[in-house]
């Protein structure tokens, strides 16, 4: 049981360039979120989800985009990377509900240049 | 919107002291209140949680206690131990399809 998973755990972009991040979990967690972790700024919500083909903007989402085709995978791509958006991401998921222990991955640091 | 906020930033304390951290929350409809531990290079860690219809929790040396009047609640760690560093983020939530709203975190160091 490895929990949740992300990848990769570190990336170099270049300003403009697309990538996607990806979460897997192994729990049959029902939602799953991206988060972004910069310093003084604490964790902040990207995009979640509820559930398998559903997806849902959060307090930052812009410049970012999503996709759970599959329940265990929660894919967060960036379309033209900007120098904001380097920050340390994570995924969480929770098993039922958003008032439950949400886990979270090791954190992809990335860095747009 | 939930808006959370969290004292203080960064917190200093002698191996054996306890700490205090404080968060106060904006939304009175919201009813889970849950503290996470972050270690270097780690993803968060829930360490305990509150819901609502209790005033306190404790589990060893951690508590939890909320104020539901003042929309307040607190993070008390008493003889705190060097492995007890870490940066800790409140949160609170509504519930239903509402995700955590997380606090700025703390950051507090044990000094042995």
């Known amino acids: 049981n490895a929990g949740v998973t992300q990848t990769p755990k570190f990336r170099v972009l270049k300003t403009g360039q697309s990538m996607t991040l990806l979460c897997a979990q192994d729990m049959n967690h029902e939602y799953m979120y991206w988060y972004r972790q910069d310093p003084g700024m604490g964790l902040r919500l990207i995009h979640y989800s509820v559930g398998e083909g559903t997806t849902a903007k959060g307090e930052v989402p812009d410049g970012y985009n999503v996709s759970r085709l599959k329940k265990q995978n929660f894919l967060l791509g960036l379309e033209s990377a900007a120098p904001s958006q380097t920050s340390v991401y994570f995924c969480?998921?929770?098993?039922?509900?958003?008032?439950?222990?949400?886990?979270f991955g090791q954190g992809t640091r990335l860095t747009v240049v | 919107g939930e808006n959370v906020e969290q004292h203080p930033s960064t917190l200093s304390v002698q191996e054996g002291d306890s700490a205090v951290i404080k968060c106060t929350y904006s939304d009175s409809a919201s009813n889970y209140f849950p503290w996470y531990k972050q270690e270097l290079g780690k993803g968060p860690q829930l360490i305990i949680d509150?819901?609502?219809?209790?005033g306190e929790k404790k589990d060893q040396r951690i508590a939890v206690t909320l104020n539901k009047t003042a929309k307040h609640f607190s993070l008390h760690i008493t003889e705190t131990q060097p492995e007890d560093s870490a940066v800790y983020f409140c949160?609170?939530?509504?519930?239903?399809?509402?995700?955590?709203?997380f606090g700025k975190g703390t950051r507090l160091s044990v000094i042995a």
């Open positions: 949160a609170a939530s509504m519930g239903g399809n509402t995700p955590l709203v």
């Open positions: 969480a998921s929770t098993y039922l509900g958003v008032n439950t222990e949400a886990f």
């Open positions: 509150i819901r609502s219809n209790v």
